[in-house]
């Protein structure tokens, strides 16, 4: 069974099977028409199959007639930022973010350097019959250059991004271990963080392409990190996965700081600066409300994916943004999730704060949640959520993405991912015990409807 994923976060596969050369071709080729006349910022990540793809994609484009200015090996956000900056019409930012090494994607942004709307992602769509037979003449085709400065024009703009104490974190001068998973961090993540004055010290940040773990960065797959973390008694740790666009910190004690508390995090610091909205996706802490609610702010939720995220935070004005799995969005510096700048919130709220990384968590509002994923086969989705929205009546409903349901004591969210062949169901409460049986018994639940 093809393993193809076709949704607002982008044409993502397994690579010999679903994301074969005809596909990327096909969709290249239609993504271009949507884009029209110009030039399209092409970056990728790290993994194995990352050449391969970029050659399919970069000669597609030339194709079709466009120019091309690939950026090399980079995080996702560096694509995003590159596009705008350069005034592109487009850019694809080749990779599977957190999906293991056979894997890789296709990711689609607009000239604004965001991914694809919805609308504008049904647009390219509605173009795939007509690109697959239009082509540029020959003497028409596109030109193909390298641009050396994408990688530091991104690190830049972070540098000087606002409410940044450069001189103060080089005077603290944080003990950080790094791991980047062999990804894209490998560029980059270093060399950025002792910018910021930290001590660094590298782990799985070698350039092989080659994950040494499953490189979602959840703690399940970060055992060995954060045994690291508490042997070489540094500050914090710091995680992103191979696109570099979502941040997971541990803590001094070598503990998970929550994933959920990254976005938190960066909220309460933005908003002790600037007051403004909100905008986090439906899947998201209710820590954020919290935290909004101090500051006398409003929370927007949004449908998951990063496109929905900015689409509303565009829509309401927000000041910052992200996702509970550790992406943060701040307007600032640009409208994409991207783990530099949340490394750079999360240090200069750290240096504020003057205490420990542990005990910083420890001043957050305490929620736990607990992720589950649900193998749906060939079950209709749909016919999933209309029974659990008949069973579950007595809650707050919300269906703008899959089922939200909203009790006193939790909450719930039912949605199939736009990245993986599964249902996810995630389950908040205010302690993990509750989180737990909660997540059983819907697990339950939805098992029976699958049988």
Same mark, same amino acid.
């Given at each position: 069974m093809s393993t193809l994923?076709?949704?607002?976060?982008?044409?993502?596969?397994?690579?010999?099977?679903?994301?074969?050369?005809?596909?990327?071709?096909?969709?290249?080729s239609a993504y271009a028409d949507l884009c029209g006349p110009g030039k399209i910022v092409v970056g990728r990540d790290s993994r194995i199959t990352g050449d391969m793809v970029e050659k399919l994609v970069v000669g597609t484009l030339l194709a079709k007639g466009n120019d091309v200015i690939t950026i090399g090996i980079c995080p996702t956000p560096t694509v995003l930022f590159n596009v705008k900056i350069l005034r592109a019409v487009g850019g694809i930012a080749i990779s599977a973010s957190h999906n293991p090494n056979e894997w890789n994607a296709l990711k689609l942004l607009n000239s604004n350097g965001e991914f694809l709307t919805p609308e504008e992602n049904q647009k390219m769509l509605g173009l795939l019959d007509y690109s697959a037979n239009n082509y540029a003449r020959w003497d028409k085709v596109g030109?193909?250059?390298?641009?050396?400065?994408?990688?530091?024009?991104?690190v830049e703009a972070v540098l000087s991004m606002p409410y940044l104490d450069i001189e103060g974190l080089n005077k603290r001068n944080f003990r950080v271990l790094?791991?980047?998973?062999?990804?894209?961090?490998?560029?980059?993540?270093?060399?950025?963080?002792?910018?910021?004055?930290?001590?660094?010290i590298p782990m799985n940040c070698e350039r092989t392409g080659i994950f040494p773990r499953l490189p979602e960065p959840i703690p399940e797959?970060?055992?060995?990190?954060?045994?690291a973390v508490k042997e070489n008694k540094v500050d914090l740790g710091i995680v992103v996965d191979p696109d570099v666009d979502r941040l997971v910190l541990i803590t001094d004690k070598g503990e998970p700081f929550g994933e959920e508390n990254t976005v938190s995090q960066a909220v309460r610091f933005?908003?002790?600066?600037?007051?403004?909205?909100?905008?986090?996706?439906?899947?998201?802490?209710?820590?954020?409300?919290? !935290?909004?609610?101090?500051?006398?702010?409003?929370?927007?939720?949004?449908?998951?994916?990063?496109?929905?995220?900015?689409?509303?935070?565009?829509?309401?004005?927000?000041?910052?943004?992200?996702?509970?799995?550790?992406g943060v969005i701040f307007p600032a510096v640009q409208f994409g999730r991207d783990a530099l700048v949340g490394s750079a919130i999360i240090l200069q709220q750290l240096l504020e704060f003057g205490g420990t990384i542990s005990e910083?968590?420890?001043?957050?509002?305490?929620?736990? !949640?607990?992720?589950?994923?649900?193998?749906?086969?060939?079950?209709?989705?749909?016919?999933?959520?209309?029974?659990?929205?008949?069973?579950?009546?007595?809650?707050?409903?919300?269906?703008?993405?899959?089922?939200?349901?909203?009790f006193e004591d939790h909450w719930?969210?039912?949605?199939?991912?736009?990245?993986?062949?599964?249902?996810?169901? !995630?389950?908040?409460?205010?302690?993990?015990?509750?989180?737990?049986?909660y997540s059983e018994q819907y697990f339950e639940q939805v098992k029976k409807l699958l049988e």
């Open positions: 994923m076709v949704s607002v976060s982008g044409i993502r596969g397994i690579v010999g099977n679903g994301l074969d050369p005809n596909v990327l071709v096909k969709y290249t030109k193909s250059v390298f641009y050396s400065e994408g990688l530091l024009n991104h790094l791991d980047c998973v062999n990804g894209a961090g490998s560029y980059v993540m270093e060399d950025f963080l002792l910018n910021l004055g930290c001590d660094v797959n970060l055992t060995e990190t954060m045994r933005i908003l002790s600066k600037q007051k403004g909205n909100v905008v986090v996706n439906l899947s998201t802490t209710r820590a954020v409300n919290d !935290i909004a609610n101090e500051y006398g702010c409003k929370v927007f939720r949004s449908s998951v994916g990063e496109a929905n995220v900015v689409q509303k935070m565009k829509e309401v004005g927000a000041v910052i943004g992200g996702e509970g799995s550790g910083l968590k420890e001043s957050m509002p305490e929620y736990s !949640i607990v992720k589950n994923k649900i193998e749906l086969g060939k079950v209709d989705h749909d016919l999933i959520i209309e029974n659990l929205i008949e069973t579950y009546s007595a809650g707050s409903i919300n269906t703008d993405d899959g089922l939200r349901i909203d719930v969210h039912f949605r199939k991912s736009n990245t993986e062949p599964i249902m996810r169901c !995630i389950v908040e409460a205010e302690s993990y015990s509750q989180a737990e049986e």
